[in-house]
């Protein structure tokens, strides 16, 4: 068995999203220790669960544990991944599924590469947003450019295969 160090080394090569040195948790956990000590000797059965309500399912397993890839497409914070955890890694609780995924990451706008901040036209992201999600807020823009993610985005990633600049990306959570 990979000790600890090497197992989070192995995730980070494996489970990468546009920072190399980030990955995507499953939602619904809050010790992530816990994925080290259950995950590689699992079944992983969020893979299956998953796989059940997405299409392709965005967990993927790397053989020794588990991530989210949101290049395959969005979560729809159905919580079914967290209904089948065996070990509590993923925890089932009572409040609303959305409100409580405790991301380990935050979804940000690239600047650089997006062209509504190069003064071009586009919405596609807040028209995900909104159409799919019915929130209105999660995106906002100053005037008709600039796009920035604001508090009211829940994470779900929807909006990132939906940019035409793959602009759209993660950064590490603050405070999680
Ligand atoms: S909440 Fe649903 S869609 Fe999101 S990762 Fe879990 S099973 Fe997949
Ligand atoms: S079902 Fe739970 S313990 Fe098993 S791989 Fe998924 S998160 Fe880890
Ligand atoms: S879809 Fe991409 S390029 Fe268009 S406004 Fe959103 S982030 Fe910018
Ligand atoms: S990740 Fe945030 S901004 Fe993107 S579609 Fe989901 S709620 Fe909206």
Known sequence: MLNRREFFHSLLNYGKQKDENLFVLPPYNFNRSLFYKFCQECQKDCVDACSRVCKEGIIKSNGKSVYVDFRVDGCKLCGECAIVCPNGVLEVGEEGW????????????????????????????????????GISNAIEFIGLFYPKIN?????????????????IGIRERENV
């Open 98 to 133: 959305e409100n409580r995924a405790n991301w380990n990451v935050a979804i940000v706008i690239e600047e650089n590469l997006c062209i509504a901040h190069q003064k071009t036209m586009c919405y596609t992201c807040k028209d995900i947003c909104q159409s799919v999600l």
């Open 151 to 167: 508090r009211e985005c829940i994470g779900c990633g929807m909006c990132i295969k939906s940019c035409p600049t793959n602009a």
